[in-house]
Nanobody, 124 residues
Framework: QVQLVESGGGSVQAGGSLRLSCAAS??????MGWFRQAPGKEREGVAS???????SYADSVKGRFTISQDNAWKTLYLQMNSLKPEDTAMYYC????????????????????WGQGSQVTVSS
């Protein structure tokens, strides 16, 4: 059974930085990703990293966010810089053991396991 637990969210002013962490247990090297959902909006993909270490980013966060994993594949990170009010959302980490097609790495429906979420609020 895979368990994912996010931490590191909070409130910050526009232009600031936050780092989210996702502690993982019960798996080896799976595709993992960060997703977010703002009130009244659909969940969207933010960034992903596959078992080879290749990363993908949503256009809205390219150049500002960085996804990474520790060498033991036990903690997933999302470094968020130059935050904007539109980045305000609940952020979730997710993992899937079978996802390989790079076309789908940012699609929430392709991920089997999810954390409980961590709120990020950016004020202007």
């Amino acid at each position: 059974q895979v368990q994912l637990v996010e931490s590191g969210g909070g409130s910050v002013q526009a232009g600031g930085s936050l780092r989210l962490s996702c502690a993982a247990s019960g798996y080896s090297s799976y595709c993992m990703g960060w997703f977010r959902q703002a009130p009244g909006k659909e969940r969207e993909g933010v960034a992903s990293i596959d078992s080879d270490g290749s990363t993908s980013y949503a256009d809205s966060v390219k150049g500002r966010f960085t996804i990474s994993q520790d060498n033991a594949w036990k903690t997933l990170y999302l470094q968020m810089n130059s935050l904007k009010p539109e980045d305000t959302a609940m952020y979730y980490c997710a993992a899937d053991p079978d996802l390989r097609d790079r076309r789908y790495l940012l699609l929430p429906s392709k991920y089997a396991w999810w954390g409980q979420g961590s709120q990020v609020t950016v004020s202007s």
